[in-house]
Each structure stands twice: as C-alpha cells, then as structure tokens.
C-alpha cells in the first residue's frame, strides 16, 4: 500500500457566477521515499487538491477518498488533520517572500511549529534543532541569523527556511507546491538540491508540484500530468519524457525551454471554464490532433503501457510516432 | 530612534507655539469685558482700569503674550482671572477625572471594537457578523451627546424610577474615595464614549483581519498543525493590529472632542467641562493652559503610538 493513496477526488466551490469545478476525478498515489511530480499549467487544481488533502480549502464541496498511512483525510475530523499537519507532512508554497510570518524572527516560527506537536521539548531544545535545520539547509551561521526576520533574507533563503520548517518533525511526507517557481534559476537548482538532499537523509515522500517539467525531469520519479481537475497522463518519469501518448504532455514538453535557447512554444488557447466544461474531452478546444469523437466522449484514463495511463482517444502506437 | 524623537519634539512644540498663537488672537479679537464682569454692575471706571491693570489686560497684546510664553516655559501657566489659582492647579485637579474617562473608555472601545471585529472576520456574512457590522454602524453614525443623553434616560432615570438606583445622574468621585463609587459614576460615561468609537474599530479590524487571513503566511501557520484559535489571535491579530494602532493615533485627536461632551453631558469635572466653563467665562488663562496641555498631550500620545508602530512591525525603521 502506497503512503498516500488519492481516489476520485472531486473539490467544487460555489460561486455566484455556479459551481467551479476545480478538481474532477483525482487519483494517485505516492510510494514512501519517493517523489511524485504534479505537472500542469496554472489552473489546472493543483493547489486545491493537494490544499484540499491536507484540510486547507475552505468553503468547498469535496468528495473522494485519501489515505494517508490508514486514515482518510477527507473524512477525518480538523483535529485529526491537524495533527497531521506540520509532523507528518510537511507544507512549502510557491511564493517564499509571503509565506512566512512578517512579524515574527524565523527560528521563533520553526520553534512554534516543533512545540505544536512536540510538547515535552524545552524551548532551548527546540531552538537548538532550528539552528541545526537551519544548517541544515545551508543557511551559513545559523545560530545567528535564527533571530533575524523574514525580511532580512533573500527569496532563496527563505525558501530554504521553509524547507526547514517544514522538514522540522522529519515528515514522511513533503508537499512542495511550486517551490521554486518564483526564485531565479541559479536560486532554484539550489533550492532544489536542499531538498533533494534532505529527502536522501530523511527517506522523505514528496508531492512537487510544478509547471516546469524541466524542475519534473531534476526530480520526479513519478509523474502526473493535470489539466482541467483531472488527469491527462500518468507514467514514470522517463516514459513522460520519452513514450508520453497525451498531446497535451507533448505540447507541455514543446514549451520547455531548450538549453541553447528560449525557444518556447507555448500550447495555443487557455484552459476551458471549470463552470461550464464542454462535452468530450477537456483538451479538445486546444488539441491539434482532436478528431470528431474527442468532442462527444471524454476519453477515459486507460492503461497504455506498464504503469503508464492516459486519457485521450489516440491510437498508443500513432501517438508514440508523433512524439518521436 | 534618537533623532526620530528629537524632531518629533520639534513639532510638537512649534504646533504648540503656534496653538497658543491662534488662542491668543481670538481671545483678543472679541472685546473682552471680565474686568466688567468682576467689578459688578456699578463699578467705577476707575475700579475697572485698576482690575484691567491687575489682570495684566491694559499691556498690549504682544506683550501679554510675551509675559504668558516667558512664564509658560518655567513651567507657570499663570491664574485664572476669577480666584487667582494656579492654571496648573486647576489642571492637577481635573486631569485625574479625564484620565479615568479617557483610558477606561479606550480599553473598553478597544476591546470591543477589536473583539467584534474578529468575530466578525472569522466568520464573514454569518449572523453574528451582519449583526455586529450593524451595532457599529448605529453607533458610528450616532450624535455623541445624544448617546450620552439617552443613556442617562434609561440607565439612570428609568432605573431609577424602577427602584434600581445604580448609576448616578453625573459627577464623580475620586478613585482614593472609594473604587465603587469611582466606577459607578464612570460606567455610563465610559460606554457613552467606548460605543461611538468602537464602531470604528469594529469595521477596521474586520476588514484588516480578512484581508490578513487571505495571506500566504496565514495557510502556512496552518499547515504547521497549530491551533486555528492560535493562528487566528498569534497570527492574524498580530498583523491586523498594525491599522488599528495607527487608528487609534489619529483618534486620540478625536477623543478630545468626545471627553468634552461627555464629561458636559455627565457633568464630570475634568479638563473638558473645566474648559468649556473657562470659555462661557472667557477666562484666558485656563483656555489657553488646558487647549495647551491637551495639545500637548496628543502630540506626545502620538509619538507614542508611532513607537508602538515600530515595535509591532519589525519592518519599520522610525526616522
Ligand atoms: N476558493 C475558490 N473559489 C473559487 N474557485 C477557486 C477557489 N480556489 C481555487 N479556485 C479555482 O480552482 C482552479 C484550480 O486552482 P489551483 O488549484 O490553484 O490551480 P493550480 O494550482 O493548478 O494553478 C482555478 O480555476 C481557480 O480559479
Ligand atoms: S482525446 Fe482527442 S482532443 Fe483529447 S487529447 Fe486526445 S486527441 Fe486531443
Ligand atoms: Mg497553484
């Protein structure tokens, strides 16, 4: 049994202009010590879902199950997730400049979140574990700069301090939603090496989310591909890369920047309505293989290969020629 | 932190200078008659130049003003025209009634605007938010004297009447004469001045509050698996409470106006009703000592207020 595993999940929010359908039918699962990248443009439920897993939506209609080492996190109580929260899985978010407290010195707001959960440790204790995370992230001294403030660190750097808040309890899961995409691509290899690091150490579970398939191929062993609140394609990371069948993977992949050049090509059109979803499959509008069938059935997720899923009607082999 | 008190000082001081300026003038401006007032009706013209020359008013202005600056600044604020007390004198005895006034209201508009506000913000477009958002809009849009008045109709009159004498009519007694009587005669006075300027607070700190919540930061305090009560008050409080202190800055200016018709309406001899007299009276000396003192005494408040400011948020370098 994997470490968490996700089925059918669906996560509505009622607005007054109707119902936004953000996530429709999410399965996956992640493997204890391993990394499991969510790729997919912005838009695509990423957020809400891993938000949702976790107890962090607010205000909206979900159902589908989530086992998380035996418990289900959709039905368990604000208690029980936030028990969870903080010592088994760890959080880190897109924007490092806003996610930690203004107000507070960084080693008080590591300290907090150790003393949330751990409650027989001294407060010298705790403050010396955040020294040590601190290091531990390659924060050069440490025990200094514990007293600073947010503000006097670098995007990078905090980054890092999140990591290390995040890492504080040795989580066995880290959801990492866009960590790096706000930082600058030196900062982001950095950034991206931490955690590669600490999950070697810790044997550490983590969920990337990402829009960037070039941070996906840095360090995702498994790989989902989102659009639209579901899953276009599912497969190990190198089948991603080199067998994908989804054209919305293949049209994901041609974005990429090339390491000679910026020679992107971005995927022509924008995402449909989550409110009002065409018939047939979410892609079609956008697709350049989409044929009469596309637009009156959505495709199911179906086995293509080992461990290899994918939603859309194309034939396995034509699909494989268009890639290569 | 030195030089940003320094030249806060600075203008304090010449905002003061120029307060006692203006008074001055107007005083001036009108013909006086107090000498006529103390002589009686059939004073002599003689008895009244001799009053004149007693009071210092047959100088000419610059020079009555001088004299008045010259012994303000040894700390002499000069007598009051009808008995000769002491200017200071008089401000030693009613400052102690408008302090009570004055911070017992704050703490009690502070904590019910902020508390109200909270609530307000936790639980957006629920009942007890429609219902508190309107209890402040009643009250910010109410007459502050009015207030005053009907709450000395219910709460003493009718009371009264039902056999339930709990509030007094007005006045006050010392704090040192006896703590009871001190509140009882406080109570009404306080949540006369606490309602009208809560409501401020109320909507100031239910709009900061949701905008606060919404922040990233707000998500990671929860993703760390502390108390929701605990990101609410540690988390979010803690950064909602930057407007409202800076609020409460610019309403200590405001509050100068509301003790006045409150200590009128209640009759409490502090500084408000001293000075409204002391108008009525045209005796210049007590104008002018208390006008400065209370000016002097919001200017050094807001110093205060923009320390607190910077203490709040780490941010903020005073300069
Ligand atoms: N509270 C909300 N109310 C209404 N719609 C929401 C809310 N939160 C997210 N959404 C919508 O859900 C969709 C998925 O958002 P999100 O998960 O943040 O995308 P991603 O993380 O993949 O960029 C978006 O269309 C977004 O507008
Ligand atoms: S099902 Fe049709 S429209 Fe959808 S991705 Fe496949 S080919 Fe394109
Ligand atoms: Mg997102």
Known sequence: ?324 | MLRFLLRRLGHGILVLWLISMAIFALFFVAPSNVAQTLAGRQATPETIALIQHRLGLDLPVWKQYLNFVTNAVQGNLGYDYYHQVPVTTIIGQALPITLSLALGAAVLWLILGVTNGVISAVHPRSLADRGLTLFALFFYSFPSFLLGLLLLYFLYFKLTLAGFDWFPAGGYTAFSDGPGAWFQHLVLPWIALALLLAATYTRLTRGSMLDVLGEDYIRTARSKGIRESRVVVRHGLRSALTPVVTQFGIDLGQLVGGVVVTETVFSLPGLGKTVVTAINQQDLPVIIGIVLFASAAVVVANILVDVAYAFLDPRVRLH
């Open chain 1, 1 to 324: 049994m994997a470490l968490l595993e996700v089925r059918d999940l669906k996560v509505s929010f009622d607005t007054p202009d109707g119902a936004v359908r953000a996530v429709r039918g999410l399965s996956f699962d992640v493997e204890a010590g391993q990394t499991l990248a969510v790729v997919g443009e912005s838009g695509s439920g990423k957020s809400v879902s891993t938000q949702t897993i976790t107890g962090l939506t607010r205000g909206a209609t979900v159902s589908g199950t989530a086992y998380f080492d035996g418990t289900d996190l959709i039905t368990a109580d604000q208690s029980t997730l936030r028990h969870l929260r903080g010592a088994r899985i760890g959080m880190i978010f897109q924007d490092p400049l806003s996610s930690l407290h203004p107000h507070y010195r960084i080693g008080w707001q590591i300290v907090e979140m150790i003393r949330a959960h751990d409650s027989v440790i001294s407060k010298k204790d705790a403050r010396k574990r955040a020294a040590e995370l601190l290091t531990l992230v390659g924060i050069p001294r440490a025990t200094e700069r514990i007293d600073d403030y947010p503000h006097q660190f670098s995007g990078g750097m905090r980054q890092r301090v999140m990591i290390a808040m995040a890492m504080a309890l040795d989580p066995a899961l880290l959801i990492a939603d866009e960590p790096t995409t706000a930082l600058d691509v030196t900062v982001q290899a950095q950034v991206l090496n931490v955690m590669r690091r600490l999950q070697q150490q810790f044997g550490t579970a983590i969920v990337l989310i990402t829009h960037d398939l070039g941070v996906v191929a840095e360090m995702a062993d498994e790989v989902v591909v989102m659009y639209a609140g579901t899953v276009m394609e599912r497969a190990p990371r190198r089948d991603i890369f080199y067998r994908n069948h989804h054209p919305y993977t293949q049209g994901l992949l041609a974005s990429l920047p090339t390491r000679s050049g910026e020679r992107l090509t971005p995927i022509a059109g924008s995402p449909p309505s989550l409110i009002s979803l065409p018939k047939g499959c979410p892609f079609a509008s956008r697709c350049p293989h989409v044929f009469d069938k596309c637009r009156t059935e959505a495709p199911p997720l179906a086995d293509i290969g080992p461990r290899h899923q994918s939603a859309c009607w194309l034939p396995v082999q034509a699909s494989e020629a268009i890639a290569s």
